[in-house]
């Protein structure tokens, strides 16, 4: 067993080194993904081990890129495209969610599209206007598209890899302020035996009320339970892994024995995740709750100048405020 302690970061470098070596069709393509590795270096070294055919740089036209890799699954390949920041996607969101989302069911079964988009997504590193965004609501909104997203290395490693292989077009948003989190993953473990791509994680089993999060706030979602714990209050934390879809079945059965839940994540409250799981959970686990379902979140305001993005941000102490909140009703 090859273990390693490595950022979340070169997590995803090593999975996506194992499927350039493990598949042919792989192809990687993006803005400077090549000779500079990416501006987080997420495929360095990559384009030097199999060269300008499999991993290429692209001109600075997110459309094209996306267009162009429709054509190359369309064709057999299996192109993992990088989106440099967040905020970039939105050129090539009309090729996301009326051609990627669409051609499996336009084509009635007949095209597959095996198509990964890669997103460093989310705040918390100090950066210019539309390099902090969170959209992931816009893709778990279109039907045809999964979305996943990972918050330490060792699902990093794993879930990029079932991303590659797997026949539908997922949306894969890597949480860039964590990308420099250490963690210890077994790089020789057969992809067959890792978690489930679209299974959501029970990380820290609780009792008295149930903290929903993904991608960056899972580390806030469980340094919170941590500090809750020191006043006698046991909070089960679920890393939800997937977006679309959504693991309910593990939430429900959460929510239902702790009688409580909170949703944490930095995208906008208005219409965000949130709203989406706070409707299910009450739906399913109504005569379960204890309080209503509670939301932290980013503010309903573009994100802000990077001096402001600290007051922006959800944090400890307002998920552990929530948390009053849920047990004070």
């Known amino acids: 067993m090859m273990t390693e302690t490595i950022t979340l970061g070169k997590a995803v470098n090593h999975g996506l080194r194992r499927a350039l070596e493990n598949d042919p069709k792989v192809v990687i393509m993006g803005e400077d993904v090549g000779k500079l590795g990416g501006v987080f270096r997420i495929t360095d070294g990559l384009q030097k081990d199999f060269g300008e055919d499999r991993v290429i740089d692209t001109p600075l036209a997110e459309a094209g890129i996306v267009g162009t890799a429709v054509g190359l699954a369309i064709r057999g390949y299996r192109p993992v495209c990088e989106i440099q920041f967040d905020g970039f996607v939105f050129p090539a969101y009309n090729q996301i969610v009326a051609q990627v989302a669409k051609m499996h069911y336009r084509s009635n079964g007949a095209v597959r599209l095996p198509l990964v988009i890669r997103i460093p997504y989310g705040g918390g590193i100090g950066a210019v206007e539309h390099h902090s965004e969170s959209p992931e609501a816009y893709f778990a909104h279109t039907p ?5 997203t990972c918050a330490d290395p060792v699902d990093a490693y794993s879930m990029i890899q079932q991303s590659i292989t797997s026949d539908d077009p997922i949306i894969f948003l890597e949480p860039k302020r964590r990308y420099w989190e250490k963690g210890t993953v077994d790089l020789d473990a057969p992809l067959a035996d890792a978690f489930p791509l679209h ?21 806030v979602a469980l340094d919170a339970a941590t500090a809750a714990a020191e006043d006698g209050r046991d909070l089960e934390v679920i890393d939800l892994r997937t977006l ?3 693991d309910y079945p593990v939430i429900v059965e959460s929510v239902r024995r702790t009688g409580r839940a909170v949703v944490v994540h930095e995208a906008p409250g208005n219409l965000g995740m949130g709203a989406e799981l706070a409707a299910r959970i009450t739906e399913q686990c109504f005569y379960h709750l204890e309080a ?3 939301r932290v ?33």
């Open 144 to 148: 045809g598209l999964k979305v996943v």
């Open 292 to 294: 209503p379902v509670l």
């Open 244 to 246: 679309s879809p959504v």
């Open 199 to 219: 299974a959501a994680r029970v990380t820290r089993p609780g009792t008295d009320a149930t903290i929903l999060a993904y991608g960056p706030m899972v580390r």
């Open 297 to 329: 979140t980013g503010y309903d305001v573009p994100y802000p100048a990077a001096r402001l993005e600290e007051e922006y941000l959800p944090d400890l102490d307002r998920v552990l405020d929530a948390v009053d909140r849920a047990f004070g009703w």
